[in-house]
Each structure stands twice: as C-alpha cells, then as structure tokens.
C-alpha cells in the first residue's frame, strides 16, 4: 500500500464528525475494508518482517523436503554403488552381498529415518 493511502486511512479515522448518513458510512466502511483485503505479496512480507518471512520460506522447504521423501524414500547404497553386491578384491570374479544393505543396493534417506521411524 502506497504512503498516501495510508495517510487517507488516518486522515479519515481521525476526521471530526461526519455529516454522512449512518448507512453511507457503514457502506463505506466496508467498501475500505475490502480494498485492504486484497493485498499482496509485498504487503504481506511487510507485515511479517523479516523474521516471518525468513520462517515462512523455512517452512515452504520443509514442505517440500518432505514430498521429496514421500516420492524418493531411498537412496543409492554408497558402500556398492547401488549394485547390492562387493566384489573381491584378489579374486575380482567373487562376489558377495553388501553388508551395508544387505544387497537390496539402496538405504532409507536419513530424513526418512528420522521422520518417518522406518527401518
């Protein structure tokens, strides 16, 4: 809201008497309430200042970290590769499971782990 809007909304709250019918001014009070309603972004980021919006943003990633974890619970095993399987390492052709996932080649995501309580 610009600076002289706000100087018309104080002028007029603190006005003298008002000869207007008492209709007329309730109908314009609501006519100024709606235009007050309709604000916009940068009204509100004013309003909350920059520690609202700095928690308002940190609860936006929030959010989407957890979609992200609702759509890709796991991640790629880091011990295999994400092959589930080690290889030796004399005898390149042995293999065995990973003991890390126990060859499943991925990991529940740590948020997962946290959030959520799964194995």
Avoid at 21 to 31: F, I, R, Y
Avoid at 72 to 79: E, F, I, M, Q, T
Avoid at 88 to 94: K, L, N, R, T
């Amino acid at each position: 809201m610009s600076l002289a809007h706000h100087i018309a909304v104080v002028l007029n709250t603190t006005a003298g008497p008002n000869p207007q019918p008492d209709q007329v001014t309730a109908s314009g009070q609501t006519a100024n309430q709606a235009v007050e309603t309709n604000s916009t972004a940068a009204d509100i980021a004013s309003s909350l200042g920059p520690m609202g919006v700095f928690l308002l943003l940190l609860m936006a990633a929030f959010f989407l970290y957890v979609v992200s974890l609702s759509l890709h619970p796991n991640a790629k095993c880091n011990r295999c590769k994400g092959a589930g399987r080690h290889h030796g390492g004399i005898f390149s052709y042995a293999q065995r499971p990973c003991t890390s996932c126990k060859g499943r080649g991925v990991h529940p995501r740590i948020g997962r782990r946290i959030l959520f309580k799964s194995p």
